[in-house]
């Protein structure tokens, strides 16, 4: 069996076996020792430290592999006049695809009104941050401490400063020449170092599920099933016909070979609900299985998991009609106008960890006058909308890689039609 199939048995039996064990600890005619045992022992437990372990070793991967990645990609630069075009083209995709992510879901929630005849009764509360200020945000993309940028994984100004080093080596004879081949050999590493560990994922995947369902069950699903059930579609619309439609129109490749070699990386990032920590295996996954070239590679995959949320500007569109609709406000076509454009400014230095599509919903809200406290209303079913959007998420991060290698040609033809190529048993 290959990976895939071993991950998707891993899902299915976490999520059945998750469920039945969060069913069993709200009985109140359990047996205390079975219940220390499914409590205590798995979900809080052994599954819990198996979980977090494994997004552990994701993350460690993160900024080591984008810095040496990076560096070495735009040092081999023959031409390093090209890299501002590459990256006013990837910055630009990137940002039409959020602008059709969050006018795709504005639009589905019209249509469908998830937020009619919800009771608003609020059992929780969301204390929001306060938003920090635009020239901030354009300021802090340039790192003053690189050490600790990358100390805190912030991924914008670990991208700037691995840009300019490997600008500098790039134009440093000699001497950059043999730097670049130091750096070459660290990248094959920390590669290598990637595929050992995602014949674990299986196991992680598992921990991290079971835990999630044996803790939360299915959650609020019933009281909310309109509103997931439209995110749902317009990621899927997005992640399916959308970023298609764009692969096929741009660049004329097989959308079909695509989606079939991004099955594992999705799998990865459905599991662990954050962009950043799935960036060791999007990367292998475009590189390796897709062809694409490093020098473009390393620079659209980690800028795509920073400023590239089309998954989570879906759920910012439905979450904010839904909460208008609950609250039985009406929002104008300036409102529409202004929900889109913050939901697209809220994605760029945003972090690609769990849950903080919540904190930029925030933002949005904010905009058009709208109360934070009907974020409340959707916390109980965010986490499982979560995995679904973070999915969404790299599957754009690797579609505009690969159009614009494609446009660069800088991509590898035969690997990208090859089925089998880079594929892990």
């Known amino acids: ?29 359990l047996n205390s020792t079975l219940h220390y045992v499914l409590n205590d022992l798995l979900s809080q437990g052994l599954f819990l430290l198996g ?44 940002l039409i695809t959020t602008g059709v992510a969050i006018s795709l879901a504005l639009l589905l929630a ?10 608003m009764a609020l059992d929780a509360e969301f204390k929001p941050p306060v938003a920090m200020p635009l020239i901030d945000v354009l300021v802090n993309i340039f790192p003053t401490n690189p050490i600790a940028a990358m100390a805190q994984g912030n991924m914008l100004q670990v991208i700037v400063f691995a840009l300019l080093i ?35 994922a299986p ?33 899927l619309i997005h992640g399916f016909v959308v970023y298609p439609l764009i692969l096929k129109g741009l660049s004329g490749l097989s959308p079909w070979m695509f989606l079939r070699k991004m099955r594992n990386a999705q799998l990865f990032a459905f599991s662990t609900a954050s962009s950043t920590a799935t960036v060791p295996v999007t ?33 910012q569109g439905v979450a904010t009609v839904f909460i208008a609709q609950a609250f039985q406000l009406d929002l104008s076509m300036t409102d529409y106008l202004l929900v889109i454009m913050t939901a697209m400014l809220a994605s760029i230095g945003t972090a690609g960890v769990p849950g903080v599509g919540l904190v930029t919903l925030a933002l949005v809200l904010q905009q058009v ?49 090859n089925p089998k190529a880079g594929e892990q048993a």
């Not at 991967?61 to 006013?88: A, K």
């Not at 019209?110 to 009771?119: D, H, I």
């Open 283 to 315: 990367l292998r996954t475009v590189e390796e299985r897709m062809g694409v070239k490093n020098r473009v590679a390393s620079f659209a995959v980690p800028l795509g998991a920073t400023i590239n949320m089309d998954g989570t500007a879906i759920m």
């Open 110 to 119: 019209t249509l469908f009104r998830p937020g009619e005849g919800v009771n």
């Open 369 to 417: 006058g709208l109360p934070l406290e009907g974020i409340a209303l959707i916390i109980g079913v965010d986490r499982i909308l979560d995995m679904m959007r973070t999915a969404v998420n790299i599957t754009g991060d690797s579609m505009v890689s690969v159009v614009v290698a494609k446009s660069e040609n800088a991509i590898d033809l035969d690997t990208f039609n």
């Open 51 to 94: 979980g977090k372990l494994f997004v552990a070793s994701l993350k460690v991967l993160v900024v080591p592999l984008v810095f040496v990645s990076l560096v070495c990609g735009v040092c081999h630069l023959r031409d390093q006049s090209s890299l501002g075009w590459l990256s006013g083209k990837t910055i630009a995709l990137y």
């Open 203 to 235: 196991y992680g995947v598992f921990c991290l599920l079971f835990t999630l369902f044996a803790q939360q069950g299915i959650g609020k699903v019933g009281d909310l099933l309109v509103y997931m059930l439209t995110v749902i579609g317009a990621l």
């Open 1 to 29: 069996m290959n990976l895939t199939g071993k991950i998707l048995i891993a899902m299915i039996a976490a999520v059945v076996l998750g469920s039945i064990t969060q069913q069993l600890l709200q009985n109140p005619d």
């Open 166 to 200: 490997g600008v500098a080596i790039g134009r440093s004879g000699d001497h950059g020449e043999r730097i670049g081949a130091h750096f070459n050999d660290w990248n094959e590493v920390l590669m290598k170092l990637v595929t050992m560990l995602m014949q674990f």
